[in-house]
């Protein structure tokens, strides 16, 4: 019984003690309450850690697109390098064959100058034959005659197969980049403009005027 009436009245102290210390007991509470609002957030630190993750997401993403968008303009940049090459290529090529081209057509040209002055000899020997002497009586005179008069036409051939044509415009209209003008005569019923007289034929080449033919235009009476 002293036992158990003694440990009642270590209890009831106890008791009284806690009930006489209410500003420790205060100060123990507010520990227990900060410790569990101050603890570890769990809620709001996986939220942290998904903003951070967008947030770089974000930024790998910002630099794909500048780096896409920086090559896209080097290809673009490149592309148009390649197109402008292969234009510039074409019209070498272009320029290079018409060149060769020409100089197939036109490397004879200077050739062909030379040969002009055989056929104005011959053109000027067979005209100052008299044709009434042309008769069986001079057979010499007839046959260098046929002679000439074949070798011209055969001369003309040859051109022909080149593409050298004889000009003789007598009667058509003036054209400066075939004709050159020596001088200008009054004639009744001609038109002004017109050839009246060709005093030396002229010759193209493929079409390209070698020798201008030398004439007289009819001018306005």
Known sequence: MALVFWGAQRLAGRAARLVLLP????????????EKSTGPNLEEEPNHQQNEQKSDSDSASKLLIEEKTKLEEQLKEMTDKYKRALADAENLRQRTQKLVEEAKLYGIQSFCKDLLEVADVLEKATESVPKEELKDENPHLKNLYEGLAMTELQIQKVFGKHGLV????????????????????????????????VSKVGYKLHGRTLRPALVGVVKEP
């Not at 500003?23 to 900060?34: D, I, P």
């Open 23 to 34: 500003g420790r007991t205060s100060r123990m509470l507010c520990t227990v309450t900060q």
């Open 166 to 197: 004889k000009l003789n415009p007598l009667g058509a209209k003036f054209d400066p980049y075939e004709h050159e003008a020596l001088f200008h005569v009054p004639m009744e019923g001609k038109e002004p403009g017109t050839i009246a007289l």
